[in-house]
């Protein structure tokens, strides 16, 4: 079975400061992971996905999450955080490996920007 | 490029009584799939679809049915509406079940039964 962890049900931040939404996993196989953001009021948006390669990912609005198989994580970062990306953010697996094709999906990290 | 397409985006319901959401995609996508989503509970999957005329239950199924008559729609029907069944629903759709494509989300329907 495959599973995903968030640990933090909230970040706060300060603008300008680097921020780090964490996510670890579970697959038998490889993973196919994925970040989303969710604003107010909206579907969830794909940000990035890691499949195979360079463990080190990046994805749209200057986010990026990088890869470690020993610790089976994918945490997102961004160098420098901005107020409007405060918003919530899911985390998703998928084993690559075959069996289930369905993703799973974190509870979801509200990452709080201040100003 | 309208993406996925969930109709209504409100409703208010009394107990016992049955409504259609309605999703639709124009991305050809062979995947489809109905998630809702409560307050500290993440998404929970209820159905999903690899294609026109196949479904299947996902985590939480009790209280919906879904068809998938052509590869465009999923519509989730509730057959009998239950307070608990207030929730916030979104339809997503991927090119294939096997893909490493990510899932696209409509932007929801707020449910709530009274």
């Known amino acids: 079975a495959q599973s995903v962890a968030q640990p933090e049900d909230q970040v706060n931040v300060a603008e300008g400061n680097p921020l780090t939404v964490k996510c670890t996993y579970s697959v038998s196989g490889n993973p196919y992971l994925f970040w989303y953001v969710q604003y107010p009021n909206r579907g969830l948006q794909f940000l990035l996905k890691y499949i195979t390669g360079d463990n080190l990912v990046k994805g749209s609005y200057g986010f990026e999450a990088e890869f470690n198989k020993s610790q089976t994580s994918f945490h997102l970062k961004k160098p420098s955080a901005l107020v409007s990306d405060s918003a919530l953010y899911f985390c998703a697996v998928r084993d690559s490996s075959g069996g289930s094709y369905i993703p799973t999906f974190g509870r979801g990290t509200s990452l709080i920007v201040h100003p | 490029n309208a993406g996925v397409t969930q109709t209504p985006k409100f409703q208010v319901l009394k107990t016992g009584q049955s409504m259609t959401l309605q999703c639709a995609q124009d991305?050809?996508?062979?995947?489809m799939s109905w998630y809702r989503q409560d307050p500290g509970m993440g998404l929970r999957l209820i159905h999903y679809?690899?294609?026109?005329?196949?479904?299947d239950q996902g985590e939480v199924p009790n209280g919906y049915n879904v068809s998938r008559s052509t590869t465009e729609d999923f519509p989730l029907r509730l057959l009998s509406a239950a307070p608990s069944q207030t929730s916030v629903y979104f339809c997503a759709s991927s090119y294939s079940p096997e893909s490493n494509q990510p899932q696209h989300f409509g932007d929801g329907t707020r449910l709530s039964i009274l």
């Open positions: 679809s690899v294609g026109a005329g196949i479904t």
């Open positions: 991305m050809n996508h062979e995947y």
